[in-house]
């Protein structure tokens, strides 16, 4: 970025109106809260200051006065300990056979300064919170958000559509190195634009400047050289900067859009003769983000942006797509894709999930097969524990969000389970599986699928920080004026409108027809533990008594 655009940018930054609230400052912590940062880190990776977790743990309660006037020096003072700046970068590989391009840079940092980083952290994401200063449909690192959460929003809008006899065009942006290529100026000026105090600015600007890294490979280490840009991957604050930083990418836009950290997609729905229209649209909301990265120093690279358009089988097979006008990102032509892989799951052009059905069962089939290898010398509990969590994660990942399966793809996610239990207690292919599946107290795939519907409709129900996307699409209905929602027992949730055909395959419908069949005991539950908990309980009574 040239220093004329970043001075407009930081001109506009200094030029918005100051929003009206009391400005946001550090509080001193106390020893409780250093106290519960440091166990909250699970980490035991070592940084460069040699001090690590497993240093600390053992002596906690002596030293913990010491540590807690520490960080409360840091932020009294504005200056962040120049010792806590030093990163061992360790390259992660993406993909197999991964060229120089092809690493993911995760930073080790010092222990103690992600103690500092995690009190720091919630003390500003509080202040965002209490003022609505976050974008609604951000869904990356925030409590009560999750990619599950943003593909349900964006899966359900497209059946909507669906319903409506509407096409959605969906573009998915890729942001080249984004966390790396934060400008630390207008960083620091969107802070001061969201009325973050100046003494608190410089406690920011000291822990943004004066960065060192290096890379460690085994045990060879390069030389340091100074970070000039990009808040530090592996750094606790680092999400949440990154986050307020891409904050204002959506003011100008027309189209519905979704944020998750740097992952954005843009959508629209039109019906057939107006997609047109709504691909002129796309276009003009791809040229306002290739503007305001270009004003902000981040980079969209086109060849790795999709676009895909979605609907029904009848709609898509009427579609010639030689005839449309091209998508176009900074004068780079977009071809449109017949199906893309989003936040980890693949959507079809006609939402049929047989591309995501074959990827999971290539991803269970291949895990499976590495894992098989040792099961002749492995305990029977040590194999449970590696299928529940390398093997039924992949099955379980996202699987509210595609509920319109056939039987046969069903009946295929089903079979999949059984290799788990087959792996798990050494059986041929063709041995029955269900009285080892009942010895597991494992469910069947769609009772398995139910509690993972229930169990994210209570959190959003009565998670205070869930997403407000989706709370809004619920309504409690009460036939009495009893408003205690928990021992309430007349109560319901309003369906929507749209319950027919593809809009009944939805979350939010789905949802809502089995909370209503659960009993009242059950949606009483005091915690999400609990529920879940009675949920499974409950399947596994029916799936006895039937």
């Known amino acids: 970025m040239d220093s004329d655009t970043k001075q407009r940018t930081l001109n506009h930054l200094s030029s918005m109106p100051t929003p009206d609230f009391t400005p946001f400052n550090f509080s001193q912590v106390t020893a409780c809260d250093v106290k519960k940062s440091i166990l909250s880190i699970t980490s035991n990776a070592v940084g460069s200051d040699s001090v690590s977790r497993k240093m600390i743990l053992p002596i906690i309660d002596i030293i913990l006065p010491v540590i807690t006037h520490i960080l409360n020096s840091s932020i009294s003072s504005n200056t962040f300990p120049s010792t806590w700046k030093e990163a061992q970068i360790i390259p992660l590989p993406k993909k197999p056979n991964p060229t120089m391009s092809d690493y993911r840079p995760i930073s080790i940092l010092p222990f103690l300064s992600k103690v500092l980083e995690r009190l720091v952290h919630r003390q500003l994401s509080d202040f965002l919170v209490k003022n609505y200063l976050m974008n609604q449909y951000q869904s990356g690192f925030r409590p009560g958000h999750s990619t599950v959460t943003a593909l349900v929003k964006i899966t359900d809008d497209v059946r909507l559509g669906m319903e409506n006899g509407q096409l959605t065009i969906l573009s998915l942006l890729d942001f080249s190195n984004a966390f790396n290529a934060v400008d630390f100026d207008i960083l620091l000026g969107v802070l001061r634009s969201l009325n973050v105090s100046p003494t608190v600015i410089d406690w920011f600007r000291s822990y943004l400047h004066g960065r060192r890294q290096r890379v460690r490979i085994e045990d060879s280490d390069s030389q340091w050289c100074n970070t000039l840009a990009g808040v530090p991957q592996g750094g606790v604050l680092s999400p949440l900067l990154f986050a307020i930083f891409i904050n204002s990418i959506s003011d100008n836009l027309t189209s519905s859009y979704h944020l998750y950290a740097d992952d954005l997609q843009i959508y629209s729905l039109a019906s057939p003769s107006e997609l047109h229209n709504a691909i002129y649209d796309t276009n003009c909301d791809l040229d306002r983000i290739s503007e305001w990265s270009y004003n902000y120093g981040l980079k969209v690279n086109p060849s790795k942006t999709q676009v895909i358009i979605l609907g029904s089988s009848r709609l898509i097979s009427k579609l010639d797509y030689g005839q449309l006008p091209a998508v176009l990102f900074d004068g780079v032509r977009i071809e449109y894709s017949k199906k893309v892989k989003n936040l ?18 290539r991803k269970v089939f291949a895990s499976a097969a590495c894992l098989r290898r040792l099961r002749n010398f492995l305990p029977t509990a040590t194999k449970i524990a590696l299928a529940q969590s390398l093997l039924l994660p992949i099955l379980d990942y996202a699987d509210s969000c595609y509920l319109d399966l056939t039987e046969e793809q069903l009946n295929k996610l089903e079979r999949l389970q059984n290799v788990c239990i087959r792996f798990i207690y050494g059986l041929r292919k063709y041995d029955h599986v269900s009285e080892f599946r009942r010895k597991l107290k494992w469910l069947p795939i769609h009772h398995r699928r139910n509690t993972h519907i229930l169990s ?20 409690f209905r009460f036939t009495t004026h009893n408003k205690n929602l928990r021992s309430t027992e007349n109560l319901r949730i309003n369906i929507p409108p749209h319950t027919t055909s593809f809009y009944s395959n939805s979350f939010t419908v789905q949802a809502i027809q089995l909370w209503n069949a659960l009993p009242l005991n059950i949606r009483q539950a005091p915690s999400p533990a609990s529920f879940k908990r009675m949920i499974k309980s409950h399947y596994l009574e029916e799936q006895v008594e039937s």
Do not use: H
């Open 344 to 361: 980890g799951i693949i959507m079809d052009s006609c939402m049929t999930w047989m591309a995501q059905v074959g990827e999971v069962s």
């Open 456 to 475: 994210l409709l209570y959190s959003i129900l009565f998670n205070p920080s869930s997403p407000s996307y989706l709370k809004e699409r619920f309504e």
